[in-house]
């Protein structure tokens, strides 16, 4: 670790907190003290954070800064060795992802994790929350049966229109293994997005999209924040984190190592040697 890595980083905490307490309002996600360990290896030492309500946040750091793994104790993959996740003031440390998913906190996943053998428009199917023909019962009796098949209309016309904002309607009927890996990006985001969520991770939505995409996705994430999603975004490409983030987050050996606005983040020194290599 650099020196000086294991000091207090560079913030402007103390003046968010202030904020937090002068409205008694606690931030939609606050991650206190985080630690894993895999063996004796140590992925996350201590981490601490908060996502504001609206936000769209960068969770930068270079390979193996504990960013994935950050991201896996949040939504339930791993249970911490140790610290707590809040999630609109409920400790949700350790829940089942699908209890943290129905929540309102969704994630996406740096290789998209569609279901290959369904078409596009199934996909989407799957994720809206408490669907009544899951339970058996409700799907052959004649008099709960006609539920089933309303809400599903119901479903399938948000889905549809989820797909029309992404702009990957004409896909539906295709099947999903057969997308590009940009449109497959594109329906992972989508079908997060039909689970209603407040919150969503996303683990380098823009990783093997070609341009064309990644302008489209980036507005769409910019147009989803104005109807009220909030967003933290992984990203390596510091243009993208820099130019649309107004708070970055740095990760450095498992550890936060600075945080604040992204004209600060440019500056800081420590930032510069420890994930920068020395050019901002």
Known sequence: MSEGAGAPPDTDEAARESATVESGEEP????EDLHKTFGGITAVDGASFSVEEGSLTGLIGPNGAGKSTTFNLITGVHRPTSGTVRFHGEDITGLATHSIANRGLVRTFQIARELEDMTVLENMMLAPKAQIGEKFWHSVLPGLRGGVIEQEEELRERAWQQLEFFEIDH????????????QRKLLEMARALLTDPDLVLLDEPLAGVNPTLEEKLLERIHELRERGNTFLLVEHDMDVIMDNCEHVIVMHQGQVLAEG?????KGNERVVEAYLGGEV
Do not use: H, M, R, T
């Open 261 to 265: 606005a992204p004209a600060d983040i």
């Open 171 to 182: 896909l539906a009927e295709e099947y999903a293994g057969n997308l590009s890996g940009g």
């Open 28 to 31: 939609p996600l606050l991650v």
